[in-house]
């Protein structure tokens, strides 16, 4: 029996690991749940007979806890939660930079991480992999397109890797005309082709900045220089990525766009467990195309590329910056096109720190959320 902590719990990936759960009762347990809504996580609290929970720092508990279940809302719960001496293994299911404390403690307490959040690695990718190797912690992947990587690169040595190549479907917006891009809601953002997840991720599947984020987090991950990952464009989403060795082989990982596939292996993982549903019957795939992404139509995968070579504390300010504009995309405040626009500027200000702290990272992520603020209220964007 595993014991899992789920930070995130009531959000796409969040609610995902939880369907993953009720199919192997016998094999996964949850001890802890994260989340600020409380009438869904109480639900969930219900129904998995969670022992401790965390509702966001301040939050007023509301009724429909389970009586034996201790509700956490003071600073540090997610923390705490993280670091549970009851736990295996904590998913991280927040987003943005909510869950980069907790992925640390967690590391720092030896835990293994399912990490889904992929801008804790982004913000802070040096300091988190050398947590996980200073205290036996260890990290597992659960991005798809990184699953996909892993499990091609399992028994294999990194240093055989030719290039790691990520395939990216091109969001929502891949054939829209450029010069009608400054145009586009955010519904028409929202609806991406391949994939359902929460409102951050699928706007930043429209820009690609999704696909600079993950470029950076393989960077990570795998150790691999930025010259050997790329990027292609791949609209149907039936291979999550590939990796090309150095003596010419190419292994690939296909499967349904069905974040379960990644979630259950990120938890069964060396073992496979069956799912049946996530079948794939190879004869109706179709053809498999590739391309090379439009750059000109997605500004933000150069702008995350760039920022994840220079390091430092650039990939902190990009991920501050870009948190802030989709926010003020998804709530009408400024065009998608705004988006590039204020991230480009954040980083062009920027002043970084070559080997930053856990506190350089913070202050770097702080200044570029209140610069992109400052940046959007200059140009009349309220
Ligand atoms: N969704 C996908 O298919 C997918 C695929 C690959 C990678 N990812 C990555 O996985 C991460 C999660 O994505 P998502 O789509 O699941 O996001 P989401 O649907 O927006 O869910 C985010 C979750 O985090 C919780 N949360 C946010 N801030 C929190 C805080 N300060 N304290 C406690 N809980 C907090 C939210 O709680 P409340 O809603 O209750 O406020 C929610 O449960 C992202 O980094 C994303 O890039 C997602």
């Known amino acids: 029996m595993k014991r899992i902590v789920i930070l995130g719990s009531t959000g796409s990936i969040g609610v995902q690991t939880l369907d993953v759960v009720r199919r192997f009762p016998d ?47 003071e600073a540090g719960s997610l923390e705490r939660l993280a670091t549970l001496p009851d736990a295996d293994m904590v998913v991280v299911a927040t987003v943005g930079r909510a869950g980069l404390l907790a992925t640390l403690a967690a590391l720092k307490a ?17 300091l988190v992999t050398s947590m996980a190797r200073e205290y ?15 499990q091609c690169l399992v028994g294999e040595d990194l240093s055989a890797i030719h290039e790691l190549i990520l395939t990216a479907s091109g969001g929502a917006l891949r054939d829209r005309p450029l010069d009608e891009l400054s145009t586009v809601t955010p519904e028409e ?20 900045m999704n ?72 004869m109706k795939l179709g053809a498999l195309e ?30 501050g910056a870009d948190e ?23 980083l062009q200000a920027h002043e970084n720190l070559s080997t930053p702290d856990l506190d350089d990272i913070l202050a770097a992520d702080s200044a570029a959320r209140e610069r992109c603020l400052t940046l959007a209220r200059s140009r009349g964007w309220n």
């Open 290 to 319: 590739f391309a090379e992404p439009e750059w000109a139509r997605y500004p933000c995968l150069e702008l995350a590329i760039e920022a994840g070579k220079r390091g430092g504390t650039y990939p902190a300010a990009l991920c």
């Open 211 to 282: 696909k600079g984020l993950e470029v950076i987090e393989a960077h990570w991950l795998f150790n691999c220089p930025y010259e050997r990952i790329r990027v292609v464009l791949h609209p149907t989403s039936v291979v999550h990525s590939l990796v090309q060795f150095t003596d010419g082989s190419v292994k690939a990982q296909l499967g349904r766009t069905d974040m379960r596939l990644p979630i259950q292996y990120a938890l069964s993982h060396p073992e496979r467990w069956e799912h049946q549903e996530l079948q794939v019957d190879i």
């Open 27 to 73: 094999r996964l347990q949850v001890v802890g749940l994260a989340a600020r809504r409380q009438d869904l996580l109480s639900k969930q609290a219900r129904e998995f007979g969670v022992p401790y929970v965390a509702i966001g720092e301040g939050a007023n508990v509301q009724d429909g806890f389970p009586s034996n279940t201790s509700v956490f809302n």
């Open 110 to 126: 030896g835990k293994r991480v399912g990490l889904a959040n992929k801008e804790v690695l982004v913000m802070a990718g040096s």
């Open 136 to 150: 036996g912690g260890e990290l597992v992947p659960i991005d798809s397109e990184h699953s996909a990587l892993w």
């Open 324 to 346: 802030v504009a989709v926010e003020l995309f998804i709530s009408g405040r400024i065009p998608l096109t705004g988006i590039p626009e204020l991230v480009g500027e954040v």
């Open 189 to 208: 953002a929202l609806r991406h082709p391949t994939w359902r997840m929460g409102p951050k991720v699928t706007i930043d599947s429209a820009t690609l």
